[in-house]
């Protein structure tokens, strides 16, 4: 969904008409009627602080990235405060939503463990086990060759590789 299809639906949610919906985040009815278009939606970007601080329960996840539910406390009537289980189930559904940056955060408001830190942590599990494995690796290498050249069987261009080696 675009963004001003987003907003569109904040406008039908909130059973305001368009024109009202302009005047409580203080646009003119005819501009916001302009910017109802592809091409036209980036100039809500501006306005979009002033849509949360108006229509707190809207989630700013949802508005600015379609992700996660629309409200903070859905099926909750819009008058009436949101009860904190509400509020901790819409921070998990934006954790599980998000990407990047946005996962660490939601996921650290919402008391989860953070995956990523999982995932780098079993990164650098396997980068040490293949580690290990191309250090044994090289140590037999360095062993037959050095069998090779006691033997007077190895060349002297491998030699050189396993020598010029850290």
């Given at each position: 969904?675009?963004?001003?299809?987003?907003?569109?639906?904040?406008?039908?949610?909130?059973?305001?008409?368009?024109?009202?919906?302009?005047?409580?985040?203080?646009?003119?009815?005819?501009?916001?009627?302009?910017?109802?278009?592809?091409?036209?939606?980036?100039?809500?970007?501006?306005?979009?602080?002033?849509?949360?601080?108006?229509?707190?329960?809207?989630?700013?996840?949802?508005?600015?990235?379609?992700?996660?539910?629309?409200?903070?406390?859905?099926?909750?009537?819009?008058?009436?405060?949101v009860p904190l289980q509400e509020?901790?189930?819409?921070?998990?559904?934006?954790?599980?939503?998000?990407?990047?940056?946005n996962k660490i955060i939601f996921s650290l408001a919402a008391g989860?463990?953070?995956?990523?830190?999982?995932?780098?942590?079993?990164?650098?599990?396997?980068?040490?086990?293949?580690?290990?494995?191309?250090?044994?690796?090289?140590?037999?290498?360095?062993?037959?060759?050095?069998?090779?050249?006691?033997?007077?069987?190895?060349?002297?261009?491998?030699?050189?590789?396993?020598?010029?080696?850290?």
């Open positions: 969904m675009m963004l001003f299809e987003r907003v569109l639906t904040i406008v039908e949610k909130t059973s305001k008409s368009q024109a009202k919906f302009a005047e409580s985040i203080d646009i003119h009815p005819r501009t916001m009627n302009n910017w109802m278009n592809e091409k036209s939606q980036d100039n809500f970007w501006p306005v979009l602080p002033k849509i949360l601080e108006i229509y707190p329960r809207i989630s700013r996840q949802w508005l600015y990235f379609e992700e996660g539910p629309m409200f903070i406390g859905h099926g909750v009537p819009l008058d009436q405060p509020v901790q189930a819409a921070l998990e559904q934006m954790a599980k939503d998000a990407t990047g940056m989860q463990p953070l995956p990523i830190a999982l995932d780098a942590e079993e990164k650098i599990r396997l980068l040490e086990a293949e580690l290990y494995e191309e250090r044994k690796l090289n140590r037999q290498l360095t062993s037959k060759l050095l069998l090779e050249e006691k033997q007077g069987t190895c060349c002297q261009e491998s030699l050189k590789v396993v020598n010029e080696q850290p």
